[in-house]
């Protein structure tokens, strides 16, 4: 049997050895966590220090906390996954985490979500990847990140084999040029292990995700895509669907927040009726579509019946799109759990009312429940297992 970690305890020592006061909130986490691994003492620890929960009192994490921290994590095989999102690191506690992960052999799960670690944070992960061969999952969103660290991540992860997730949302970039972007598409060419990939707000174009697609042509491995809050317009959506023709992996696409209106949409509908029976959830939700092009996709879902989860809200619905989705859901094509519209009637006629269902509905919280059952239509950087995407 294995031997019980203790974490309280060792926090209480590392913060008396290194002079550092006792942050209540991480004191809690530690004394739950040894009683959790008393009933279950065959897993790994998931620790959840995550700032923005509002359901008990919380002290945000410290620069100086995460040191402590740190080497209480350095002496113990125990905790496999770490989410420290929404607190208040910066660099400093950047840098203290990446030099923890270069030694580190056990944990596979880090989320520093929402930390303005900045560009100078950024690389000292970016540093750490090449080293580190255990982490699965590393979420940088919201962090701040700029040009250089993000070139730097997406140079380590043309080597790295063990990464499987990463979000490198919302970057600070000054430049139009889309650097980042094509780099990141020259790591796809020759990354046989990353399945899930987040490029929200990158500020990428038509040219981005040219790139982008002529990598993937060569990637037999990413399931997963979010191009979420670009500037995507029909003639970057082209691209894509000329891609879906031919991929044989993409199991979710997530072009939320952009302009391929009624001729992208066309386009995906085309590739995904005739063509393509891998992708399982779109996402073309605020994307300026009106009713020629969402019948489009209704119908394609008629003939493909692989393509199960489709998120359309934020668009120009008429009648017919109404009477469209109405039809899918009644006939069965389309689960109710598996959009975000629900078909009413009013005066006898058909309308869609928004359902709070979507791709990442769980990234930014948790339900106080536990585990969310539905786990495909969410990000798996939001869960704990990247298993279900492999």
């Known amino acids: 049997m294995?031997?019980?970690?203790?974490?309280?305890?060792?926090?209480?020592?590392?913060?008396?050895?290194?002079?550092?006061?006792?942050?209540?909130?991480?004191?809690?986490?530690?004394?739950?966590?040894?009683k959790d691994y008393k009933n279950e003492w065959t897993k790994g620890i998931m620790l959840k220090i995550a700032g923005n929960n509002h359901l008990v009192p919380v002290q945000r994490v410290t620069d100086d906390d995460l040191q402590v921290l740190a080497s209480v994590l350095r002496n113990t095989v125990f905790v496999t996954g770490l989410d420290l999102r929404y607190n208040v690191l910066t660099d400093a506690g950047a840098k203290h985490m990446a030099a923890f992960l270069q030694r580190n052999?056990?944990?596979?799960?880090?989320?520093?979500?929402?930390?303005?670690?900045?560009?100078?944070?950024?690389?000292?992960?970016?540093?750490?990847?090449?080293?580190?061969?255990?982490?699965?999952?590393?979420?940088?969103?919201?962090?701040?990140?700029?040009?250089?660290?993000?070139?730097?991540?997406?140079?380590?992860?043309?080597?790295?084999?063990?990464?499987?997730?990463?979000?490198?949302?919302?970057?600070?970039?000054?430049?139009?040029?889309?650097?980042?972007?094509v780099h990141i598409a020259l790591m796809l060419k020759n990354n046989s292990s990353l399945v899930e990939?987040?490029?929200?707000?990158?500020?990428?174009?038509?040219?981005?995700?040219?790139?982008?697609?002529e990598a993937l042509y060569e990637n037999s491995s990413l399931r997963y895509l979010d191009l979420s809050c670009n500037k995507i317009t029909c003639d970057g959506v082209?691209?894509?669907?000329?891609?879906?023709?031919?991929?044989?992996?993409?199991?979710?696409?997530?072009?939320?927040?952009?302009?391929?209106?009624?001729?992208?949409?066309?386009?995906?509908?085309?590739a995904l009726a005739l063509y393509n029976r891998t992708l399982q959830a779109l996402s073309v939700v605020s994307n300026n579509i009106s009713g020629k092009g969402l019948v489009a996709l209704s119908d394609a879902m008629k003939r493909n019946m692989e393509l199960s989860y489709i998120y359309i809200w934020g668009n120009k619905f008429d009648e017919a799109t109404c009477?469209?989705?109405?039809?899918?859901?009644?006939?069965?094509?389309?689960?109710?759990?598996?959009?975000?519209?629900?078909?009413?009637?009013?005066?006898?006629?058909?309308?869609?009312?928004?359902?709070?269902?979507?791709?990442?509905?769980?990234?930014?919280?948790?339900?106080?429940?536990?585990?969310?059952?539905?786990?495909?239509?969410?990000a798996s950087l939001a869960i704990a297992a990247v298993s279900e995407l492999m």
Not at 197 to 213: A, I, Q, Y
Not at 239 to 255: E, M, S
Request: aromatic fraction near 6%; charged fraction near 20%.
């Open 2 to 34: 294995s031997v019980h970690p203790d974490l309280h305890q060792r926090y209480v020592q590392a913060c008396q050895s290194l002079g550092r006061s006792e942050n209540p909130f991480i004191a809690h986490l530690l004394q739950q966590a040894d």
């Open 105 to 181: 052999e056990t944990l596979g799960y880090l989320r520093m979500t929402g930390n303005k670690i900045g560009n100078k944070g950024g690389m000292f992960f970016a540093s750490m990847l090449q080293i580190n061969s255990t982490l699965e999952k590393l979420d940088l969103g919201d962090c701040d990140t700029g040009t250089q660290c993000l070139i730097a991540i997406a140079t380590a992860l043309t080597q790295n084999r063990s990464v499987k997730a990463i979000n490198l949302n919302r970057p600070l970039l000054y430049s139009e040029e889309e650097e980042t972007t």
């Open 197 to 213: 990939l987040h490029l929200c707000k990158h500020g990428m174009k038509n040219f981005g995700v040219e790139r982008l697609c």
């Open 238 to 270: 082209k691209f894509l669907a000329k891609l879906l023709k031919r991929n044989q992996t993409l199991k979710i696409l997530d072009l939320n927040a952009n302009r391929i209106e009624d001729d992208g949409a066309i386009y995906l509908s085309e």
């Open 323 to 378: 009477m469209a989705f109405s039809e899918l859901i009644q006939r069965g094509c389309l689960k109710p759990s598996c959009t975000d519209v629900e078909p009413y009637r009013v005066d006898g006629h058909v309308h869609l009312a928004e359902l709070s269902h979507g791709l990442k509905k769980h990234y930014y919280w948790t339900p106080s429940y536990g585990e969310v059952p539905n786990r495909g239509a969410n």
